[in-house]
């Protein structure tokens, strides 16, 4: 009895620990990337599994590389795999000095003497997060952009809508958001995203955009104007704080409208008479800093003309105050004496876009006495 027992233990020990795979299981393997993403001057990670070959049986030679890519080192050792199955894990370091698609030519690795290839799966390599600078990204929705040398341009008609979005692309949390009022022009923000308002941070690297706000932008003359400057506070992959700037010129192109656009124009009300400057209102206005009583008394004296409730267009006195870029408390604004005859252009809210021969932008609607 005793000679059988030890008889099944040695012929147990004497069972292999390792099977060699087969042809048709190499075949299908493939040497992986450990990561989702791979990083230009950081070490990456390749591995390859095989299973049922012991360390001391793999033997491996690496092809030659790709120009910008660098081996760093390798190591084998054995591993358990999900099955209970033992085997042998290769890992590869490589370092990666550009950023694009990259694909290594096929690693040898010999089993048991025997050559076989293993192709490593195509990857796309990407900036080093800690090298890579914010920028702002435009996209427009109703215009197309043409590329031309030194920038890109599009062509619109006086008073034409243009309608765009600004994104933010690697930057992890908006510290702030502003932009200026372009000259001889309406400009509004029709729409804000929730990353933009500064609450969100990212904290896993990401090539996607994050959309910041929708505008809209119509220029009021003929001629060749820029965009407007849009700057964002943000935070960068490596930690620092940025002012980010469109860094991409774009040419607009502002052409007179047809006699079918300016009717259209002039039925809403937007266009007819953005060049036309104010009426004379009565001399009570010309008193040096007037009263918010007096401008209330100019502005019920004052009438609109014929065309000017025709074409629906609004005036109004100016009372004093703040006149902003956006309509904004916290945004940097510019005090200014009432008394003015002012076209309303827009309202926001609590907020109406004003302008005049002295200045334009956002004032509280509370300060302006519309005339009727």
């Not at 979005?165 to 372009?182: C, E, S």
């Amino acid at each position: 009895m005793m000679s059988w027992i030890i008889r099944c233990i040695f012929l147990f020990f004497a069972l292999p620990l390792f099977a060699l795979p087969s042809a048709r299981e190499l075949r299908d393997l493939k040497v992986t990337p450990r990561s989702e993403i791979f990083f230009t001057q950081m070490e990456n990670c390749y591995a390859l599994e095989l299973v049922g070959a012991s360390p001391s049986q793999v033997m491996m030679e690496l092809p030659d590389l790709p120009l910008g890519t660098k081996f760093i080192s390798s190591k084998k050792e054995e591993f358990i795999s999900d099955a209970g199955e033992r085997g042998t894990l290769i890992s590869l370091w490589f370092s990666f000095s550009e950023s694009g698609d990259t694909r290594i030519p096929p690693l040898l690795v010999k089993l048991g003497g025997k050559a076989h290839y293993f192709e490593f799966e195509p990857i796309f390599v990407y900036e080093n997060p800690n090298l890579i600078s914010p920028s702002l990204e435009l996209s427009f929705e109703n215009k197309k952009v043409r590329a031309e040398n030194g920038g890109k341009s599009f062509t619109v008609a006086q008073g034409e809508k243009i309608i765009f979005t600004v994104a933010l692309r690697y930057g992890m949390q908006v510290l702030d958001f502003k932009w200026n009022i372009p000259k001889d022009s309406i400009f509004t923000e029709t729409e804000r995203f929730e990353f933009a308002n500064g609450t969100q941070k990212i904290t896993q690297f990401t090539t996607e955009k994050k959309n910041l706000a929708r505008f809209e932008w119509q220029i009021l003359k003929t001629g060749e104007y820029t965009l407007p400057e849009i700057t964002v506070g943000t935070i960068a992959y490596n930690g620092t704080k940025k002012q980010v700037s469109l860094s991409e010129q774009v040419r607009v192109i502002v052409t007179e409208q047809s006699a079918k656009n300016t009717e259209r124009s002039q039925e809403n009300g937007i266009f007819a008479s953005a060049f036309e400057k104010p009426r004379e209102i009565p001399s009570e206005s010309t008193k040096l800093n007037p009263t918010r009583e007096e401008c209330k008394k100019i502005a019920e004296k004052t009438r609109l003309s014929f065309f000017d409730k025709l074409f629906s267009r609004r005036f109004g006195i100016f009372a004093g105050g703040e006149i902003s870029s956006v309509p904004e408390e916290k945004m940097s604004a510019q005090h200014f004496a009432g008394g003015q005859k002012v076209r309303i252009m827009e309202r926001a809210g609590e907020w109406s876009f004003i302008e005049c021969e002295e200045f334009s932008g956002w004032a509280k609607t509370d300060s302006i006495f519309e005339i009727k």
